[in-house]
């Protein structure tokens, strides 16, 4: 082997192995002390989000006591009147907003429901829900404790409107005295609007999953169900995004709830930054040093012509090596950057637009509610009536237009949207196409007495 071919192996084995050095050194300390960090902080966001929520079953509780522990609910739930529902229970608009309440039930010493009423006006108004309904609903056996011992309980229940924070105390007078008259129970739907409260208290962009979700994937409901109380778990989704995953448990102290809690991936990108920087940094190192050692290696050499010689080939070399390896640290860290960039952005407008559509359809859902109060507050509805109120609706709806069918066997459209609403333009007929395919609904709404 030639002198320049031995100085271009030595140079080669000793710039690769410095590589390796290197390549260990992230691999072994730097990336797993940057992912350790990242685990830790999604443990921590995943217990913001658990928190946030079981405070909301600790305020729920604290107001159910000022009702259960209150002389006018001890004479009420063995005397009904009335007076007690006018004053207290008559307007689910205060009830709703103020308290914040869904669900309200008074219950005697027997378990006999004396008042229950379920109300969610994002849902249409009032409801029924099974483990309510029936002499002895279900949901009166996680109650025991209640009515056989006296305690307090509150915790999340599954049902098939969506989980409901429920807590439940003994009805005793102002001063916390007995006997027991029953239990007092109020409700409160978790939805969404709730957990977005949730999500923009706790900067944490969790989602809460109830069993049988539609939208959980196989392998998140076998977590829900496997996942013990307390228990938490690392697990990537199907397109590989890691998540945390914990289970919050019901009044049986069974899982009711999946939580599912992204790992963040900036703590990782900063330590892919950092062991950019790092081989970077170390390359130049790397390069001064290996260069020092070869000029001084030159002062031995017996001929100085073949030393320059061998300095200047193995310099060349490990210039052209440390060159390609920084231009190639370089690109692979602008192509993360800006990859990272985009993907950001990317989440930025979609949350935005998001946000709008579900802004919108909460709106076109109250038109339809108040639209639906309107029909139903009528004995009948004449078409320049109809018009009138709608024209109200329509300066902020999104909808094309809004189709009338009243009982006299003619269906009418309207304009929906912006200018066509407010300018108050006429109903015309609908094709009498149109108007056999919707019959069936036609003959539905006579039935229910619809005008």
Do not use: C
């Not at 739907?189 to 109830?210: I, M, R, Y």
């Not at 939208?215 to 013990?228: C, G, H, K, Y």
């Not at 999946?258 to 900036?266: A, F, H, I, N």
């Amino acid at each position: 082997m030639n002198n320049k071919a031995r100085s271009s192996l030595i140079v080669l084995v000793g710039f690769v192995s410095v590589l390796l050095l290197i390549a260990a050194l992230v691999q072994g300390v730097i990336r797993p002390t940057f992912a350790e960090l990242e685990r830790s902080r999604a443990l921590e966001d995943s217990s913001r989000a658990t928190e946030a929520i079981l405070r909301e079953v600790r305020q729920l509780n604290n107001e159910l006591g000022d009702w259960a522990n209150w002389d006018d609910s001890y004479r009420f739930v063995v005397d009904p009147n009335d007076a007690f529902t006018a004053s207290n229970l008559s307007s689910w608009e205060v009830l709703e907003v103020t308290p914040g309440l869904n669900l309200v039930a008074f219950y005697d010493t027997a378990g006999n429901a004396v008042f229950t009423e379920i109300y969610d006006s994002a849902q249409g108004g009032y409801l029924e829900l099974d483990a309510f309904n029936g002499d002895s609903p279900p949901i009166l056996a996680q109650l025991a404790p209640v009515f056989d011992e006296e305690q307090s309980l509150a915790g999340i229940v599954p049902t098939e409107h969506g989980l409901l924070l429920l807590a439940a105390q003994p009805i005793l007078t102002s001063q916390g005295e007995g006997p027991m008259h029953g239990a007092h129970r109020f409700g409160r739907f978790l939805d969404q609007a709730l957990l977005q409260d949730f999500a923009a208290q706790t900067h944490v962009a969790f989602e809460l999953f109830a069993p049988n979700d539609p939208r959980l994937a196989p392998a998140e409901q076998t977590l829900l169900e496997q996942l013990r109380a307390g228990e938490t778990r690392f697990q990537p989704d199907a397109q590989k995004n890691p998540f945390v995953y914990s289970t919050l448990t019901g009044l049986d102290g069974d899982p009711t709830a999946l939580l599912r809690t992204p790992v963040r991936k900036d703590i990782s990108a900063t330590g892919d930054r950092t062991a950019t920087l790092l081989a970077i940094m170390a390359g130049l190192g790397a390069l001064a040093l290996l260069l020092a050692g070869v000029y001084l290696n030159a002062y031995d050499q017996r001929t100085r012509h073949a030393a320059v010689g061998h300095t200047a080939w193995a310099s060349a070399t490990l210039t052209f090596l440390v060159g390609m390896t920084l231009v190639a640290l370089v690109v692979n860290n602008v192509r993360t950057q800006s990859e990272a960039g985009l993907a950001e952005q990317f989440h930025v407008v979609a949350e935005q637009h998001a946000n709008g559509f579900f802004d919108q359809l909460a709106h076109e859902q109250y038109a339809l509610q108040s639209l639906a109060q309107f029909v139903a507050n009528s004995n009948v509805v004449e078409r320049e009536e109809f018009e009138h109120f709608w024209s109200s609706l329509a300066t902020w709806s999104a909808a094309d237009q809004v189709i009338w069918a009243p009982q006299t066997g003619e269906i009418y459209t309207m304009p929906y949207s912006g200018a066509g609403g407010a300018g108050g333009a006429a109903a015309t007929k609908l094709d009498p196409a149109v108007l056999a395919v919707l019959a069936p609904a036609l003959a539905a709404s006579a039935e229910s007495g619809l005008p």
